[in-house]
T-cell receptor
Framework: EAQVTQNPRYLITVTGKKLTVTCSQN?????MSWYRQDPGLGLRQIYY???????DKGDVPEGYKVSRKEKRNFPLILESPSPNQTSLYFC??????????????FGDGTRLSIL | DQQVKQNSPSLSVQEGRISILNCDYT??????FLWYKKYPAEGPTFLIS?????DKNEDGRFTVFLNKSAKHLSLHIVPSQPGDSAVYFC????????????FGKGTRLSVIA
């Protein structure tokens, strides 16, 4: 089954404790992205990657890191989480781009709470 | 500056009637427009898209209309069903495919039985 898998689905942690949210896709997609969803703000892109070893900042990259060492994986790293990073996070992938004929596939989300 | 705007945070519609969700954009470089649907505890799923060379695209009960001169698009759901209750996001991209999607803030649709 074609899917984007995120782990963990839920995490409660404390300020400053490094954490990683994993994302894996099994569709051989080139493009992968991370978004956060906050009430009243919709989906905002954090980082994206057009291919292995190619990453770029989205709209809200501060406080986050990513890596793309393999095509299928795109982990999101919070080196020193803070309460303002409490949010619902989504990973997404698409075959080659962001056009309407190549829609993104989203994971089911990771709800992070930073105390 | 918000490039994709969904000005209605919520919409309630009776089952069987038409739901119309609206989206406005400001960037004339956008060439593709997409609608995503999101249920609670799930990721968004692609619903329907339209290229700027068209003014209408239909898929079953879902139709998207594009008015380029007004920089406006709308999603029509006819007839609306309770299972359509979800948050709908409008998104846009340019023709290159390399510029990330820009999403609106979403409209929560409630279809009342």
């Amino acid at each position: 089954e074609a899917q984007v898998t995120q782990n963990p689905r839920y995490l409660i942690t404390v300020t400053g404790k490094k954490l990683t949210v994993t994302c894996s896709q099994n569709m051989n997609h080139e493009y992968m992205s991370w978004y956060r969803q906050d009430p009243g703000l919709g989906l905002r892109q954090i980082y994206y990657s057009m291919n292995v070893e190619v990453t770029d900042k989205g709209d809200v990259p501060e406080g986050y890191k990513v890596s793309r060492k393999e095509k299928r994986n795109f982990p999101l790293i919070l080196e020193s989480p803070s309460p303002n990073q409490t949010s619902l996070y989504f990973c997404a992938s698409s075959l080659r781009g962001y056009r309407g004929d190549q829609p993104q596939h989203f994971g089911d989300g990771t709800r992070l709470s930073i105390l | 500056d918000q490039q994709v705007k969904q000005n209605s945070p919520s919409l309630s519609v009776q089952e069987g009637r038409i739901s119309i969700l609206n989206c406005d954009y400001t960037n004339s470089m956008f060439d593709y427009f997409l609608w995503y649907k999101k249920y609670p505890a799930e990721g968004p799923t692609f619903l329907i898209s339209i290229s700027s060379i068209k003014d209408k695209n239909e898929d079953g009960r879902f139709t998207v209309f594009l008015n380029k001169s007004a920089k406006h698009l709308s999603l029509h759901i006819v007839p609306s069903q309770p299972g359509d209750s979800a948050v709908y996001f409008c998104a846009a991209s340019d023709d290159s495919g390399n510029t990330p999607l820009v999403f609106g803030k979403g409209t929560r649709l409630s279809v009342i039985a």
